[in-house]
């Protein structure tokens, strides 16, 4: 169960989690041996490390769309040369049709 390995989970770096995720939508699960391939994929994780990984990730999903773990309260200026509205007209602006 997934619970149980959060304490015993290894440490994965930035590059090997970014390997995973792409590994993981190369290797649907229809793929003979997934897991293997997966874990070839991200390299230095045993199958097992990636099949609690991928535990792991799906319990954060199905935690973050029931709810469970709150969205970030983001503060907006209007003024922020940064914040979505000025990002939108930039977008707009340099948009070539």
């Known amino acids: 169960m997934a619970s149980n390995s959060r304490s015993s ?6 590059q090997q989690n970014k390997m ?4 993981l939508a190369v290797y649907d ?3 003979p041996d997934r897991w293997r ?3 070839n994929a991200v390299g230095g994780k045993s199958v097992e490390e990636v099949k609690r990984h991928y ?4 319990e954060d999903l199905i935690s973050i769309e029931t709810g469970r773990v709150p ?3 983001y ?4 003024s922020n040369s940064r914040g979505i ?12 049709i």
Not at 75 to 78: I, R, S, V
Not at 85 to 96: G, H, I, S, T
């Open 9 to 14: 989970r290894s440490t994965w770096t930035f």
């Open 20 to 23: 995973f995720e792409r590994a």
């Open 29 to 31: 699960e229809d793929t």
């Open 37 to 39: 391939n997966v874990a």
């Open 55 to 58: 535990d792991i990730l799906v």
């Open 71 to 73: 969205l970030p309260n």
């Open 75 to 78: 503060k907006t200026h209007e």
């Open 85 to 96: 509205k000025d990002f939108n007209a930039r977008l707009v602006k340099n948009l070539k």
